[in-house]
Structure formats: structure tokens, C-alpha cells
T-cell receptor, first 110, second 119 residues
Framework: GIQVEQSPPDLILQEGANSTLRCNFSDSVNNLQWFHQNPWGQLINLFYIPSGTKQNGRLSATTVATERYSLLYISSSQTTDSGVYFCAVSWSSNTGKLIFGQGTTLQVKP | GAVVSQHPSRVICKSGTSVKIECRSLDFQATTMFWYRQFPKKSLMLMATSNEGSKATYEQGVEKDKFLINHASLTLSTLTVTSAHPEDSSFYIC???????????????FGDGTRLSIL
């Protein structure tokens, strides 16, 4: 099956810093989503981005489908950005189920 | 607002009891729903695909008789953890998928999850 790898596994930032999270996948995908899981376990959908670039406030994401990777950019980080960020993908021959990466745990210090 | 509702959010019960978790799509009819399980500090692992009007498709290693899935309507899937034991304690979360012909253009929507604790 498809493999999804995220890096780095852990990241500690000072408030105000910028960061880039990476998601590599081993095969062609037709869906890629970035999530932020808050301390209560809720998965917050950040981006649906099977290809191209999107921006939402301080967050932006880019997926280069031909090279099988996606990047999530966080600018001017805030303590509320802390949590786990997941990348998840699905592909055209499956039923739409998402396969998750192992996540990046982000801690933003004040 | 939420497009997928999951209930209950938290369950604490004794070993040996069965627990039912509901997942409802609020804004669309979902022919397919998915159930995931997450252990502490781990990623989400797909358990099964819930198919409206037919049997669920389970991932390798998931016990069908332990985790019963029913998808009797286009807006409701249920996961029943039968004869639950402490090792079944986990965070369970569902997602709903829009109809197949729209799937290529739609993200998956997730419920808020159910934290199950078996004493």
C-alpha cells in the first residue's frame, strides 16, 4: 500500500517563528489533506490540497503531485498552533479511505 | 458548522459490556463512511470502511466480530465494540465521504471522536 512519511516528527519553536512541515507519499494520490489535532482530539481540517498551493491566514500549503510531496507552512507561529499536524492521502483505485502519516508534534513556546 | 456528528464523545464502562458509537453525516448523504482508531501519541489507523446497505470492509488485523459496523441509512453508521476489554480503550473517530462521483472534488469530513475507556 501507499506509504506516507512526515517530517520532522517533533518541532519546537519560539513564538513568532516560521516553520515548514513536510509530507512525502509513495504513489500518485487524488486526495491530500492536512489536519491539526487539538488537545481534545478534534481533527481540524486545514487544507484539502491534492495539488497546487493554497493559503489561509498564516498557514499555506503546497502539493507537488508529480514529485509526491506536500509542504505545510506556518508563519508567525503562536502558542495556539501547538499540537499534532497530520497529512493524509487517498488514491484513485481505493474507496476514498485516507492513510495518515505519523504526524508532526509542534510545540510553540511563548 | 460540523458536517459530521459523532456520539458519544466519551464513554467509560466496565469490562464485558458492549458500546455503540454513532456517526452521522449532517449535510450530505454518505454512501461510504470510515472508522479510525488512535492510540495515545500515535497516528490514526483505518479500521474499516462502512458501506451503506452492504457489509463493511475491514482492514487487515481488525476483528470483525469485535468491531461490528452497521450502515443502515445514508446518514448513519454505527460502530459497536462488543464485549469490550481494557485493551479496547482508545480514541475512535469516524469520517464521512461524499458520493462517489463527487469524491474526487471533496475532502473527507471527520467527527469529533469518541474516547472509550474500559475499566
Amino acid at each position: 500500500g501507499i506509504q506516507v512519511e512526515q517530517s520532522p516528527p517533533d518541532l519546537i519553536l519560539q513564538e513568532g517563528a516560521n516553520s515548514t512541515l513536510r509530507c512525502n507519499f509513495s504513489d500518485s494520490v487524488n486526495n491530500l489533506q492536512w489536519f491539526h489535532q487539538n488537545p481534545w482530539g478534534q481533527l481540524i481540517n486545514l487544507f484539502y490540497i491534492p495539488s497546487g498551493t493554497k493559503q489561509n491566514g498564516r498557514l499555506s500549503a503546497t502539493t507537488v503531485a508529480t514529485e509526491r510531496y506536500s509542504l505545510l507552512y506556518i508563519s508567525s507561529s503562536q502558542t495556539t498552533d501547538s499540537g499534532v499536524y497530520f497529512c493524509a492521502v487517498s488514491w484513485s483505485s481505493n474507496t476514498g479511505k485516507l492513510i495518515f502519516g505519523q504526524g508532526t508534534t509542534l510545540q510553540v513556546k511563548p | 458548522g460540523a458536517v459530521v456528528s459523532q456520539h458519544p464523545s466519551r464513554v467509560i464502562c466496565k469490562s464485558g459490556t458492549s458500546v455503540k458509537i454513532e456517526c452521522r453525516s449532517l449535510d450530505f448523504q454518505a454512501t461510504t463512511m470510515f472508522w479510525y482508531r488512535q492510540f495515545p501519541k500515535k497516528s490514526l489507523m483505518l479500521m474499516a470502511t462502512s458501506n451503506e446497505g452492504s457489509k463493511a470492509t475491514y482492514e487487515q488485523g481488525v476483528e470483525k466480530d469485535k468491531f461490528l459496523i452497521n450502515h443502515a441509512s445514508l446518514t448513519l453508521s454505527t460502530l459497536t465494540v462488543t464485549s469490550a476489554h481494557p485493551e479496547d480503550s482508545s480514541f475512535y473517530i469516524c469520517s464521512a465521504s461524499p458520493p462517489r462521483h463527487l469524491r474526487g472534488n471533496q475532502p473527507q469530513h471527520f467527527g469529533d471522536g469518541t474516547r472509550l475507556s474500559i475499566l
